[in-house]
């Protein structure tokens, strides 16, 4: 089991920068592919983009592709969502979340990802 923390959130204004922090615990990190997703009240959970368990590939929504890029560092047990050119319709909750196959190729499937975190809020202020 491994349990995710997300920090990191604000409020920013449009075309600035956030950079979101995921804290995980245990030793079995490394053995995770890592996603984040983000959420609004009333909407499907929206997939962000992920990373594999070696942190060499990713993979990212279309909507954010070219603007947000993910990161890790296994002897942090830390994996990051650094995002920007930022515009009001990303404002969400952002969660984090843990695939322990971490052989499998990345998915934008929320069922694979077995842990969350309890997410953090962005608002992008026009």
């Known amino acids: 089991q491994v349990q995710l923390v997300e920090s990191g959130g604000g409020l920013v204004q449009a075309g600035g920068s956030l950079r979101l922090s995921c804290a995980a615990s245990?030793?079995?990190?490394?053995?995770?592919?890592m996603g984040w997703f983000r959420q609004v009240p009333g909407r499907e959970r929206e997939f962000v983009g992920a990373i594999s368990s070696s942190g060499v590939s990713t993979y990212y929504g279309d909507s954010v592709k070219g603007r947000f890029t993910i990161s890790r560092d296994n002897a942090k047990n830390t994996v990051y969502l650094q995002m920007n050119s930022l515009k009001p319709e990303d404002t969400a909750v952002y969660s984090c979340a843990a695939d322990p196959r971490g052989w499998s190729a990345l998915t934008k499937l929320r069922e694979a990802y077995d842990y969350w975190g309890q997410g953090t809020q962005v608002t992008v202020s026009s």
């Open positions: 245990g030793r079995t990190f490394h053995y995770y592919n």
